[in-house]
């Protein structure tokens, strides 16, 4: 896949499983200047038609910049590309924003949610802590990256809870999709943040979103990862290596990722060794979730 072009048709009639990595909010660190970042949002085409994984900064963030990019734009090197809007990659996709019917929220900070807007027929479904959390006053720094902006048209909203099931040995919360997603409650970055666990047809693929550092770096010191994104990292670096079968991904990826997917080298693009010890070998899928 190269993004960019349209290289898939405009219609909706494949049922065939398929994930599109696309960097929808490049940051970039100032120091150390090789941390060099997008965040990940998945595009998942398949029985359900098109489903969006977070969404990246909208639109109108880019003609309107909130409060929270400006800052972002003083202590970080942000291009502020309104190319990297996922409306405007989906299109790109040979697709309609009408096409989205769904979008799935790990969390609802600016540069996972703004997008919603250009989705505006969209049903989005979200953890209910963070929903509550979106609307309610700020109880720690991190609240300060919610947008009230951003669901100011007024989307559906469907709201998620713990009712027992598990996935292996996480909370896991299933989807009401064909396509198997669950959402797994990581709270810490925000209240009611979520992984997200989808099953390809290879394997398992767990999106660990931003309870995890970048690419699972392990050059994040452990002090700084659990005051910025939660107690959960130790734990989810040990699941990684214990389960290299599986595809993992976090909320922000290394710009290297995106550049395997963009020139076409893979469609599940690997990470380079010294970034991350990932392992994408093909094996069977275990350990579904159980009620």
């Given at each position: ?51 969006l994984v977070d969404t990246g900064p909208g639109l109108d963030d880019y003609a309107r910049k909130p409060w929270i990019i400006r800052s972002f734009q003083v202590a ?29 929220l790990t969390h609802m900070h600016f540069d996972h949610c703004g997008g919603l807007p250009d989705f505006p027929h969209a049903t989005v479904h979200v953890h209910e802590?963070?929903?509550h959390s979106f609307n309610s006053f700020p109880r720690r720094w991190t609240d300060l990256a919610y947008v009230k902006r951003h669901i100011s048209h007024q989307p ?136």
């Amino acid at each position: 896949m190269l993004l960019g072009q349209a290289t898939v048709p405009s219609t909706l009639e494949r049922t065939a499983m398929q994930v599109h990595f696309l960097n929808c909010f490049t940051c970039n660190a100032r120091i150390p200047a090789h941390w060099q970042s997008g965040t990940l949002c998945l595009l998942v085409e398949g029985e359900d038609g098109l489903i969006l994984v977070d969404t990246g900064p909208g639109l109108d963030d880019y003609a309107r910049k909130p409060w929270i990019i400006r800052s972002f734009q003083v202590a970080t090197r942000v291009p502020l590309d309104p190319n990297e809007a996922a409306v405007r990659q989906v299109v790109r996709l040979g697709y309609e924003p009408a096409n989205v019917k769904d979008i799935v929220l790990t969390h609802m900070h600016f540069d996972h949610c703004g997008g919603l807007p250009d989705f505006p027929h969209a049903t989005v479904h979200v953890h209910e802590t963070e929903f509550h959390s979106f609307n309610s006053f700020p109880r720690r720094w991190t609240d300060l990256a919610y947008v009230k902006r951003h669901i100011s048209h007024q989307p559906r909203i469907r709201l998620y809870r713990e009712e027992g099931a598990e996935w292996y040995g996480f909370p896991a919360i299933r989807l009401p999709f064909s396509t198997e997603m669950w959402l797994i409650p990581l709270p810490g970055h925000s209240r009611g943040h979520c992984g997200l666990v989808l099953k390809l047809p290879d394997r398992w693929h767990f999106h660990m979103a931003d309870a995890a550092p970048l690419g699972m770096s392990e050059e994040v010191p452990a002090w700084l990862a659990r005051l910025v994104l939660g107690p959960h990292t130790p734990r989810l670096r040990q699941f990684m290596l214990e389960h290299q079968e599986m595809l993992i991904t976090t909320g922000h990826m290394p710009i290297e990722f995106f550049a395997q997917e963009h020139e076409g080298l893979s469609r599940r693009p690997t990470i380079p060794a010294h970034q991350a010890p990932y392992q994408l070998a093909r094996a069977d899928p275990s350990g579904r979730a159980v009620d």
